[in-house]
């Protein structure tokens, strides 16, 4: 047994300290990024904002929004690639997400395949597991590069410098995903008691991957558009959300009323829901390890995208971040006891 007497903080710890701006307007912030890979040749440009693998969030419709935005879609490893294919969706602008299991891995092959087939040719694939500490994962993602030795492959969950740095050195993965009980309707840390607190542990991370050459994505505990700037200032390369784009009509699910408002069910990929939906119920030799909300019906998607980027542009003004690429050398970070003034709730 150790204890680790260092404070890892989350977003609402911490404040970015302003400092003096030649940028005089949002409109002059370049949200765009170009970034090349470790072990892909591809080069993306793109705002680089992911919607999760959620398959209330993951909707071809959100696509559609999100795309416009150059934005990136991680696809439920459940989608039908006929509505990829249908859809004519950019490869710039989604990843196809598979499990561990040998059976994922013969479905990973033939979606590629059949989206091959009709003209798309995939560039991002997300290995993605809760536990991104067990063995087969690395293991899995070394299977995943040598079958597809240009693709662009992220893989997590991880929250420890340690196991980014095997993932990038040995799994040969170009983009780690990190976020262990981070997101606003995962129970992983209540039921597990595991997990890191979300800006400390995108500061290790991205420290370790950089020094690599390798990238991250910050995945989880974005609860306000303060938080992207916080995750892209702590030194995530990449921002993946869910709760965010929860609750619009580009989502998947019916309207629900109750007491004269209305409703769409929002709930975590390890919730009862979930795997009543996937996996036909709870394993008894597993737990829930996340919730099912009801998020307030936000209308179309649209508005909160600008309201989000307009509160990262606006970040970048205080800083004199005149590219997003310069946010996190721009950021000075103080640890606060509160954030906000909550007087009138």
């Known amino acids: 047994m150790k204890l680790d007497n260092e404070i890892k903080l989350d977003f609402s710890d911490v404040l970015i300290r302003p400092k003096r701006s030649e940028l005089s307007s949002r409109s002059e912030v370049d949200l765009i990024r170009k970034i090349t890979f470790k072990y892909s040749d591809y080069v993306w440009e793109g705002l680089p904002i992911i919607c999760s693998n959620m398959d209330t969030v993951s909707t071809i419709d959100m696509y559609n929004k999100i795309s416009e935005f150059k934005m990136l879609m991680c696809f439920h490893k459940s989608i039908d690639c006929h509505h990829i294919i249908q859809n004519n969706c950019d490869p710039n602008y989604f990843m196809l997400s598979t499990g561990i299991s040998d059976d994922d891995l013969i479905s990973l092959k033939l979606n590629i395949n059949k989206l091959y087939q009709h003209g798309i040719d995939v560039k991002f694939i997300c290995i993605d597991v809760a536990n991104g500490y067990m063995f087969k994962l690395i293991e899995f993602c070394k299977q995943v590069r040598e079958m597809y030795p240009n693709k662009i492959i992220v893989a997590g969950n991880v929250v420890t410098r340690e196991l980014v740095e095997e993932l990038i050195i040995n799994g040969k993965v170009d983009i780690v995903k990190v976020g262990i009980g981070s997101g606003a309707v995962c129970t992983t840390r209540l039921q597990t008691g595991v ?6 542990s995108v500061m290790e991370c991205a420290d370790a991957a950089h020094g690599l050459g390798g990238h ?3 995945d989880g505990g974005i609860c306000y558009p303060g938080d992207i700037s916080k995750a892209f200032g702590a030194g995530g390369d990449f921002v993946m959300m869910g709760s965010m784009f929860a609750g619009h009509y580009e989502c998947a699910g019916n309207l629900v009323s109750e007491n004269g408002k209305t409703y769409k069910l929002f709930y975590g990929m390890s919730s009862d ?15 829930s390890e ?3 909300v009801k998020v307030p019906y936000k209308g179309e998607v649209e508005d909160t995208i600008h309201n989000f980027l307009g509160g990262v542009r606006s970040t ?19 640890r606060v006891n509160n954030q906000v003034n909550n007087f009138y709730k």
């Open 316 to 334: 970048c003004t205080y800083v004199g971040a005149k590219k997003l690429k310069d946010l996190g050398k721009c950021c000075t970070f103080m």
């Open 273 to 287: 829901t979930a795997m009543n939906k996937f996996k036909g119920g709870v394993a008894k030799y597993r737990s």
């Open 290 to 292: 996340g919730k099912t």
């Open 195 to 200: 997990g890191m607190p979300q800006f400390s």
């Open 216 to 218: 991250i994505i910050s």
